[in-house]
């Protein structure tokens, strides 16, 4: 392997750490805020904040994209739709319903799993037993992290409403990282972006009407308005530009891999928030995914021609 193949692979894997870092905070914003903002109405004003936020960045590039990204009209629908429409209202909704470690930790050993799947039917993506190693040991890591250090902790662990609402969305992010390897070559980054988050936010303002009918008049506050901030730029922008960027560079099922992280970045982000202390537990599970990381990205050794 090239050294700039190696530094190809290396700024890859940042960038996806980069988004995992910053999507880390996401679950335990959506439950955090479930008293102060309905789920559906708080996807919708993510959302919108990150299309307005992208009409500076995108808006040349989009004028120059627009007549191939009319064509490609089905494309953008569903990928808007499983990307930005269900996958985090699907979180938010299930807020009100599973606690935060269940929402990160299920979504994000399942999501992995259901990308590489895809890949490999839709994308002939190699599964390597590099690959296969490297997952089982990051659903391992995510495991004894969800059983507290005791595998015994599995057998007793419930699985509710919330927990099937949060399988929907890692569904719906796996088919939108597959999706996102096959945007078309000459659409640029942002205008993919800025598409895919507009759309999103209109396929979201039937449900949003809806629920506004039912909910409680929101009380909008400066904490509210950050967390809207924090959700629209950073796990929305930001991220989702370092997640799609990664794609490109080491695929859709190696990138999918470094999901695993964001429940260990959550763990480290609660143990601090609350001044908690950090155990042999969660070493151990920090371990076990880095290393099936690792692994899972390690180069294929080519076969000797013969």
Known sequence: MSTQTKQHLLVGAGLAVIATIIWSGNFIVARGVIRDIPPIALAFYRWLTASILMVPIAWTSFRQDWPLARKEWKYFLLTALTGVSLFNTFVYIAGHYSPAINMALIGTTSSPIMAIIMARIFLK??????????????????????????????????????????????????????????????????????????????????????????????????????????????????????????????????????????????????????????????????????????????????????
Not at 136 to 147: E, N
Not at 272 to 289: D, R
């Open 125 to 306: 993506e190699a599964l390597t037993w590099q690959r296969i190693l490297g997952l089982s040991l990051c659903v391992m890591g995510i495991l004894y992290l969800l059983a507290r250090g005791n595998w015994e902790n599995l057998l007793a662990l419930h699985f509710g409403k919330g927990d099937a609402l949060i399988l929907l969305g890692a569904l719906a992010f796996s088919i939108y990282t597959i999706l996102v390897r096959r945007k078309p070559a000459a659409i640029s980054p942002v205008s993919f972006l800025f598409i895919i988050f507009s759309l999103g936010t209109i396929l979201l303002l039937p449900a949003y009407l809806l629920e506004t009918r039912s909910a409680a008049p929101i009380q909008w506050n400066g904490y509210l308005l950050g967390v809207i901030l924090y959700l629209g730029l950073g796990a929305s922008v930001i991220s989702f530009l370092c997640w799609n960027a990664a794609i490109a560079r080491l695929g859709a099922a190696r990138t999918a891999l470094f999901g695993n992280l964001i429940p260990v970045f959550s763990a480290v982000e609660a143990l601090w928030l609350l001044k908690e202390k950090i155990t042999f537990m969660h070493i151990l599970s920090g371990v076990l995914v880095m290393s099936g990381l690792l692994i899972a990205n390690l180069p294929a050794r080519s076969r000797a021609s013969g």
